[in-house]
Antibody
């Protein structure tokens, strides 16, 4: 059974770089999309981005500050967000995104495994 | 603004049927996946694809899609179904980016 665990700093100061790691246990990090999602206090889920076979895709609103990378040797993937502000305060989740193709060959996606989330607070 | 639109709040009487909807252009191409989130917990996948439930999800949860609208239906709603529900899909830009709906808070009366 695949499990994900986020790790990173709980408290940060404005302008610092946020670094989070998601450790994948119970399965291989190959052949899936690996995603980051965040949720500001009292708000909805926000898609940050994913990495798939070395290719990344990011939310346009965050793209200039975000990097997602894969460490297959350690079965981990990571998120970096530069120049954080209070607006980056959120619970950050990592998730595995699976996909399948329908009878027409069209892909469909779903996040079937999630980490418990880690709270990041940005405050001076 | 989100490319997937959900009603912010929906209520249902205990034991009744409720439908939660998600609208967006990308849903003409991609199926939505649906997530249940209870306070202090990570989201949980409840429906994916045309109408697939992960192992352990009760069969009172079902999904459907028509045109630009995806729906999550709970038949015989239980008290423990009270939660926030989010839809997710690829966006309509053609760039394969992900997008979540704004979420629907389900209250069981």
């Amino acid at each position: 059974q695949v499990q994900l665990q986020e790790s990173g700093p709980g408290l940060m100061k404005p302008s610092e770089t946020l670094s989070l790691t998601c450790t994948v246990s119970g399965g291989s990090i190959n052949t899936y999309y690996w995603s980051w999602i965040r949720q500001p206090p009292g708000k909805g889920l926000e898609w940050i981005g994913y990495i798939y076979s070395g290719t990344t895709n990011y939310n346009p609103s965050l793209k200039s500050r975000v990097t997602i990378s894969l460490d297959t040797a350690n079965n981990q993937f990571s998120l970096k967000v530069t120049s954080v502000t209070a607006a980056d305060t959120a619970v950050y989740y990592c998730a595995r995104e699976s996909h399948y193709s329908d009878s027409g060959g069209h892909p469909h996606f779903y996040m079937d495994v999630w980490g418990k989330g880690t709270t990041v607070t940005v405050s001076s | 603004s989100s490319e997937l639109t959900q009603d912010p709040a929906v209520s249902v009487a205990l034991g009744q049927t409720v439908r939660i909807t998600c609208q967006g252009d990308s849903l003409r191409i991609y199926y939505a996946s649906w997530y249940q989130q209870k306070p202090g917990q990570a989201p949980l996948l409840v429906i994916y694809g045309r109408n697939n439930r992960p192992s352990g999800i009760p069969d009172r949860f079902s999904g459907s899609s028509s045109g630009n609208t995806a729906s999550l239906t709970i038949t015989g709603t239980q008290a423990e179904d009270e939660a926030d529900y989010y839809c997710h899909s690829r966006d309509s830009s053609g760039n394969q980016r992900g997008v979540f709906g704004g979420g629907t808070k389900l209250t069981v009366l």
